[in-house]
Every structure is written in structure tokens, then in C-alpha cells.
């Protein structure tokens, strides 16, 4: 069974930065995709970003150029560095993975998902 543990919401102010870490555990595969998603009040699940295990990345249309993820595949654990933040990118964000098959933004794509994480940008 994987396990996913999302952490570093927290509130900024526009234009600063957070980093966010999913920390994989239980049962991984060497092979995956991982994916950030955010859901804010009130509106639908958005695509944040998706990285898999060779490192190749894609993003959101909202977050292109600002959003950066990354992975540490010793650790089990992907990162979402989020710069020049927004009010609009106030959410619950979500890490979710998938073993096997494509790697792609959608999120029926994804077995497993986490608990969430707050971010709030005043």
C-alpha cells in the first residue's frame, strides 16, 4: 500500500515562494509518475504539474514558468518549488502517483493521493 505525505503550506504573500515535498512510502515501484494537484473552494481539481521517474516534467497552463517540480528519487519524494505565488493560487494541493503506464495531467491517471496540503496567498 503507498502511502503519500504532502508538506510545506503554509501562507505567503504574493510574489514570494513555497516549496511543497510528497514523501513516498510503503509499497513503490522504480518506475512512476507523480503529480501535484490543487483544489481551491469552491472550484474544481486543476493539474498542477507531473513528473516522471526520468525526471521529464509538464505543467499546468496557470503555473508554466512560475512552478517548478522536481525529484529525489533516493528519498521517494517530489517537490513542487512554487515562485512569484498569487492569490488565485490559494488551494489545497495534492500529490498523487501512478505506477506504470503513461504520465500525464489527468487525474485519473493517479492510483494513490494524499492528504493535502494548504497553501494561502494573501
Known amino acids: 500500500h503507498v502511502q503519500l505525505v504532502e508538506s510545506g503550506g503554509g501562507s505567503v504573500q504574493a510574489g514570494g515562494s513555497l516549496r511543497l515535498s510528497c514523501a513516498a512510502s510503503g509499497y513503490t515501484y522504480s518506475s512512476y509518475c507523480m503529480g501535484w494537484y490543487r483544489q481551491a473552494t469552491g472550484k474544481e481539481r486543476e493539474a498542477v504539474a507531473t513528473?516522471?521517474?526520468?525526471?521529464?516534467?509538464d505543467y499546468g497552463d496557470s503555473v508554466r514558468g512560475r512552478f517548478t517540480i522536481s525529484n529525489d528519487n533516493t528519498k521517494n519524494i517530489v517537490y513542487l518549488q512554487m515562485n512569484s505565488l498569487k492569490p488565485e493560487d490559494t488551494a489545497m494541493y495534492y500529490c498523487?502517483?501512478?505506477?506504470?503506464?503513461?504520465?500525464?495531467?489527468?487525474?485519473?491517471?493517479?492510483?494513490?493521493w494524499g492528504q493535502g496540503t494548504q497553501v494561502t496567498v494573501s
Open positions: 498523487a502517483a501512478a505506477y506504470g503506464g503513461a504520465c500525464d495531467l489527468l487525474p485519473q491517471t493517479y492510483n494513490y
Open positions: 513528473i516522471e521517474t526520468s525526471g521529464i516534467a
